[in-house]
């Protein structure tokens, strides 16, 4: 059973940057994959920010494009996401999350067929 952790979390400034880590353990020997992160707040579904194929295509929401970054070391199975520009829009617990398989034909950014879920870090930006 594939566990995701995450870690990087914290409380910023608004304008302010963090990076968000998710390492996979024991690792994963998908072919084809995706990797994703989530942003959840209180009270609302949870949103998909970003995610990342096995061949490296990313999907980002419009809400988070030209300020995150998402990238992976699959030689590490890590999972990072570089956030810059932050707003208190961005607040929220993020999870990373993993799809075994392809995602093509899925709804965008949807969290359908993430079968593994890390436990979240917080962001809090004020």
């Known amino acids: 059973h594939v566990q995701l952790v995450e870690s990087g979390g914290g409380s910023v400034q608004v304008g302010g940057s963090l990076n968000l880590s998710c390492v996979a353990s024991?690792?994963?020997?998908?072919?084809?994959?995706?990797m994703a992160w989530f942003r959840q707040v209180p009270g609302q579904e949870r949103e998909g920010i970003v995610n990342i194929d096995s061949d490296g295509r990313a999907d980002y929401a419009e809400s988070v494009k030209g300020r995150f970054t998402i990238s992976k070391d699959s030689a590490k199975n890590t999972l990072y996401l570089q956030m810059t520009s932050l707003k208190p829009s961005d607040s929220g617990l993020y999870s990373c999350a993993l799809l075994p398989g392809t995602h093509d034909g899925l709804p965008t950014l949807s969290k359908v067929g993430y079968v593994h879920w890390g436990q979240g870090t917080q962001v809090t930006v004020s």
């Open positions: 024991p690792g994963y020997s998908y072919s084809t994959y995706c």
